[in-house]
């Protein structure tokens, strides 16, 4: 299964970004999605995931200013990032876990979007 995430940039504090993720290959069902971080120097953190019945969760740090959203059908994931802080900047992965065609449990991760926040 292959994660293709788009939708980071540049951009100055208080702006918005969307960032989205598409899931191919041989899926048959996805459990979870979400979105894991890396800044320059740090270990990857937790962002946010979505179940396939809609339950999400958040790291403390983007309550209230991150959305996470998902289209079951197109099996693709997006995150609505609003109120940035020069600390959101960092390289953002989206992650899938569920079962593939071969009735195997999968987790995959996309190859990573640059989110650059100036202050």
């Known amino acids: 299964v292959q994660l293709q995430a788009s939708g980071g940039g540049l951009v100055q504090a208080g702006g918005s970004l969307r960032l989205s993720c598409a899931a191919s290959?041989?899926?048959?069902?996805?459990?979870?999605m979400g979105w894991y971080r890396q800044a320059p120097g740090k270990q990857r953190e937790f962002v946010a995931v979505?179940?396939?019945?809609?339950?999400?969760n958040y790291a403390d740090s983007v309550k209230g200013r991150f959305t996470i959203s998902r289209d079951n059908a197109k099996n693709t994931v997006s995150l609505q990032m609003n109120s940035l802080k020069p600390e959101d900047t960092a390289v953002y992965y989206c992650?899938?876990?569920?079962?593939?065609?071969?009735?195997?449990?999968?987790?995959?991760w996309g190859q990573g979007t640059l989110v650059t926040v100036s202050s």
């Open positions: 979505i179940s396939s019945g809609g339950y999400m």
């Open positions: 290959g041989s899926v048959l069902s996805i459990n979870t």
């Open positions: 992650n899938a876990v569920g079962i593939g065609l071969n009735l195997r449990t999968f987790g995959s």
